[in-house]
């Protein structure tokens, strides 16, 4: 998506140990018009998909799927990172690694917000390693609902969760898919 | 506003220890549709009010802080729930009390997002012992900017968040007051 790779060129800041800061528009400050653009972007792709709920985790997920979803008229659901692992029986709980914080949390879904019948969309704002959304799927596949798909803000191409999850089946739209990056140097993006 | 103090009543659940689930429609699985008309609603109390930033706090404030966001055109950033003491300088900070979770947790937001020209209206989904709120004054206080007002959705009027911080001035607009709840008893919403 044109406008999105315009907008990480124009105000994304790559940091050594390939970090990647867009809090400016895309998690830590929100540009709604950007995410209203981006949730066309996912309806158009994922047209003729059937969706019935959408579903993200918390924190900066929750933003682009609130506007998504307005594209698709379904509800949004988010995980939840959970402190304990005291998940009573009424939640579909996992775990997610976490290599950015060196650390493992739980994340929590009550089971009440994902039916067996369900066609769900998983929407992130990164995918790079492929822990978190491994983790939502892995709660989708525990209430017996089918993954439509993923829909991702940012795929960072150079490490291996897109590959590794797109090898499982999972379909997955990245709006903009980084290819490399490197402090002071130009982005590149796939197929640009 | 009649829509979601209907909606409380119907899908809320109240349990013993004040505490009021809505996590069907409000703070787990998220009603856009319901949002959206939350959001025209706080358009309306503060028509005229010159908003030119939102902010709210993770996780459960950003839906629809995003979704009110597209009644008033300006973007919308949230504070960060921060681990560490350890913020840099370069963020605002301030401490947070739960007295749902009993501990005290720091928020942040990058000072490069509140700027002292700002006139910031806060959202979030609850106001009980007024914590949160609190912490969120207090974040675009160091920053400078004025505070234009906080709209909430669900207040816990029988708590004192909503009476002090009107008394430091704070306008405050909450979509549903609740003057009292009661496990198996009907919700009595003020002004109703």
Request: proline share 2%.
């Amino acid at each position: 998506m044109q406008l999105l790779k315009d907008r990480i060129r124009k105000d994304g800041i790559v940091l050594p140990g390939n970090i990647l800061k867009v809090g400016s528009f895309l998690n830590h400050q929100m540009d709604i018009g950007l995410f209203n653009e981006m949730g066309r972007e996912f309806a158009r792709r994922f047209a003729g998909v059937p969706v019935t709920r959408i579903v993200t985790i918390e924190a900066s997920g929750i933003g682009i799927a609130c506007i998504a979803s307005q594209y698709f008229s379904v509800p949004v659901v988010f995980a939840k990172k959970s402190k304990s692992k005291n998940i009573s029986g009424e939640a579909f709980a996992t775990s997610v690694k976490s290599y950015t914080h060196n650390t493992t949390y739980d994340v929590m879904i009550s089971k009440e917000f994902i039916r067996k019948t369900d066609s769900v969309l998983i929407i992130d704002d990164f995918l790079a390693n492929g822990c978190a959304l491994e983790g939502l799927v892995d709660l989708v596949g525990q209430s017996g609902a089918r993954v439509a798909g993923a829909g991702i803000a940012i795929e960072k191409g150079f490490q291996d969760g897109g590959s590794r999850l797109r090898a499982k089946g999972i379909r997955i739209e990245s709006l903009a898919i980084i290819d490399s990056m490197e402090a002071g140097k130009d982005i590149v993006f796939r197929d640009s």
